[in-house]
């Protein structure tokens, strides 16, 4: 059978930063990957981000977000499907950052899935510098992502100090409470390690994590009316330009509540990755990219958004 692992994890929490290094081990030690991206939209921002492990022993596939919670099973399901006689013995699925994990384990279980396909790790990839306050929605995200989590990673966890560490775990720990999660968090549970630092047998203990099995009160809401996103293609702005105006985008109340910006845009050197969340932003460089910016949150304006990155 072929083995399933799932990397969760909030809005701009990190995940695609460590699946590119557990892929990377992954096929390192011989397994044939398939990478399987669900981005919030039609943009697939984080599969462009991957592109650079293809090769003869990783693949990627990608779903469409934004639809709803049915279509999206269908999506997944018939996806799963096509990939299972291409020799793959092992799939990562990278969902977007307001994925119901439940929604996963519902495919894994269906026809003829359960026959082709075990679930192996799931992660949780929760941010050190989370925010001290969320929406009952996000929060309710956050505690289900960690729930069935066999290790949970905190990311930026080199640039946090130790009582922004602390802070974040115990905000988890909240959620979890709040949602009346089965399962009681320990120290064991977590992986505090700056990413760059990984050995290979930290992602040994990390391929050997598995899951665990705990309930939750489920928190019954559309995330796609809870969340939104807007899409700018082409916006002609610079990569100083975007730079200096999209923390703006964080504080400005008539944007709404803005969660994430990502997206690509070209300079001089060439093609630019863009990630921002309240704590800041990075601007990495990447073989290839598309102009385009995304906007992920809540109660956003988007015309109020565009104003603002065209000051």
Request: with cysteine.
């Amino acid at each position: 059978m072929v083995q399933v692992d799932l990397i969760t994890g909030f809005l701009g929490a990190g995940k695609t930063t460590f699946l590119r290094r557990y892929a990377a081990y992954l096929t390192a030690q011989g397994h044939h990957v398939c990478i399987l991206e669900n981005d919030f939209g039609a943009v697939n921002v984080d599969a462009m981000l991957v592109q650079d492990l293809l090769g003869e022993r990783c693949e990627i596939e990608t779903i469409s977000g934004g639809c709803d919670c049915d279509t999206h099973q269908r999506r997944m399901r018939t996806k799963l499907i096509s990939m299972a006689m291409r020799g793959f013995d092992r799939v990562v699925v990278e969902p977007s950052g307001i994925f119901d994990v439940d929604e996963f384990f519902d495919v894994l279980r269906d026809e003829p899935l359960d026959r082709w396909y075990t679930l192996g790790n799931v992660f949780a990839v929760v941010d050190a510098l989370l925010p001290e306050t969320l929406s009952p929605q996000a929060e309710y995200i956050l505690a289900s992502e960690a729930a069935s989590a066999g290790r949970i990673l905190l990311s930026r966890s080199q640039l946090a100090t130790q009582a922004q560490r602390e802070s974040a775990i115990d905000h988890l720990k909240r959620a979890l409470a709040a949602c009346k999660c089965s399962r009681t968090l320990t120290e064991e549970d977590f992986l505090i390690k700056d990413w760059a630092d990984l050995e290979d047998a930290d992602l040994a203990a990390l391929d050997a994590c598995g899951y665990q099995h705990a309930d939750c009160e489920k928190l019954c809401f559309d995330a796609h009316d809870a969340f939104g996103s807007a899409y700018f293609l082409e916006l002609g702005l610079s990569r100083q330009q975007l730079e200096a105006r999209i923390p703006s985008l964080f504080t400005d109340a008539a944007c709404g509540r803005v969660l994430r910006v990502k997206g690509f845009v070209q300079d001089a050197a060439g093609w630019v990755e863009l990630n921002a969340t309240a704590d800041g932003l990075t601007a990495a460089p990447i073989p290839a990219g598309q102009e385009v910016l995304i906007v992920i949150g809540e109660g956003l304006d988007k015309e109020r958004i565009e104003a603002v990155l065209r000051n």
